[in-house]
């Protein structure tokens, strides 16, 4: 009976290991600039354990936007996320640095962003 149990919790555990590791991505560190850069605004931001800077950033309204995102904390992930701008959640594990690619809204007028993770990070993009 006992050995029975040992066995299925086994199993489980097998499972579970599996199910973790299927799907996970390699954390590249340095992101090496995507495909169809060409002619992007760039725009460098430094998450820190307490910040993002810079805290506004000027965007051309519909840029293309490659956004070179690094994080400075030792200890957490940071994420940008924007959902009235529709930037889609960017991590940024401690250490890295991320190359991504995004098509500005073809708006105006001045739109908060930020970090999930701790809703206390903010900063503004300006559309103009
Ligand atoms: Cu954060």
């Keep these: ?3 029975v149990l040992v066995l299925v919790v086994l199993g489980m555990l097998a499972l579970a290991l599996v199910a973790c590791g299927g799907g996970q991505q390699p954390v590249v560190m340095d992101e090496p600039v995507p495909a169809g850069a060409e002619g992007a605004q760039i725009v460098e931001l430094t998450f820190t354990s307490t910040e993002i800077m810079p805290d ?3 965007i051309k309204p519909g840029a293309k936007v490659l956004f070179v995102i690094k994080n400075t904390d030792k200890q957490d992930d940071h994420n940008l996320v924007g959902q ?3 930037l889609k959640e960017i991590i940024v ?3 890295q640095t991320v190359r991504r690619l995004w ?3 073809s708006k105006t007028g001045e739109f908060a962003i930020g970090c ?3 809703p206390e990070i903010r900063m503004k993009v300006n559309f103009q």
């Design 1 to 3: 009976m006992r050995t």
């Design 93 to 95: 594990k401690p250490g």
């Design 84 to 86: 009235d701008v529709g």
């Design 56 to 58: 506004k950033v000027n």
């Design 103 to 105: 098509s500005a809204p």
């Design 116 to 118: 999930t993770i701790h």
